[in-house]
């Protein structure tokens, strides 16, 4: 079956620290995947999208990586702020799908 | 102007009633979605709907039913409410191209008791 895992449910870092956050999934072949950011009570907003072209995306602090042959894609926030602190969602279509389907989700936490 | 809205923002309402979540988009997209958010804070695709052509979730009770007067709107219909339906439901929508985003609204949280 088709599945999109996030490892951590939740992870702490120190500010100033790089936060790495891992999505796997399996029996996807997705032209692209996305990332997003979710706060308390709020909607997920759209932060990267990342081709199965591409090997790496930056944006400001952030930065993705997608590895279509470990099936993985990896989101880096680098000098970390508290402000970070919120649910971060992998996302992806496959083939001719047309929904996209979320990951769990990783809760992190930056501690000042 | 609020690009994805959707009302109420909460709804409170009895088991076996029958209520409406409404969704407009003002951005033009062509493609709409409802999600389910659960207690566990999984987003998991319920609907999603393409000019006049809907994906209906396999896993999804025909007590909910997505209805689209228009491609600026997609709004959920729930029959004979459980407790179990109790969750955040998002509405969101993209351009229904494969490469773009989407654009969630701030989420109807409703609490069936």
């Known amino acids: 079956s088709q599945k999109i895992e996030q490892n951590s449910e939740a992870l702490n870092i120190q500010e100033g620290k790089t936060a790495t956050l891992t999505c796997n999934y399996t029996?996807?072949?997705?032209?692209?995947l996305q990332w997003y950011r979710q706060d308390p009570g709020r909607g997920p907003v759209f932060l990267l999208l990342?081709?199965?072209?591409?090997k790496e995306k930056r944006k400001e602090r952030l930065k993705v990586t997608f590895d279509t042959t470990l099936k993985q894609s990896l989101f880096h926030i680098t000098a970390s702020q508290p402000a970070d602190s919120a649910t971060y969602l992998c996302?992806?279509?496959?083939?001719?799908?047309?929904?996209?389907?979320f990951g769990s989700g990783t809760q992190l936490t930056v501690l000042p | 102007d609020t690009a994805v809205s959707q009302t109420p923002k909460y709804l409170v309402t009895q088991m076996g009633n029958d209520k409406s979540i409404k969704c407009e988009q003002n951005?033009?997209?062509?493609?709409m979605y409802w999600y389910k958010q659960d207690s566990k804070k999984f987003l998991k695709i319920m609907f999603s709907?393409?000019?006049?052509?809907?994906?209906i979730n396999e896993t999804v009770p025909n007590r909910f039913s997505p209805k689209s007067p228009d491609k600026a709107h997609l709004n959920l219909h729930i029959n004979s409410l459980e407790l179990g339906d109790s969750a955040v439901y998002f509405c969101?929508?993209?351009?229904?191209?494969?490469?773009?985003?989407?654009?969630f609204g701030q989420g109807t949280r409703l609490t069936v008791v």
């Open positions: 709907y393409n000019n006049k052509e809907l994906i």
């Open positions: 951005l033009g997209h062509d493609t």
């Open positions: 969101a929508s993209s351009q229904g191209r494969e490469n773009t985003e989407a654009f």
């Open positions: 996302a992806l279509k496959g083939g001719s799908a047309r929904q996209l389907t």
């Open positions: 990342i081709r199965e072209n591409e």
């Open positions: 029996n996807y072949s997705p032209a692209y």
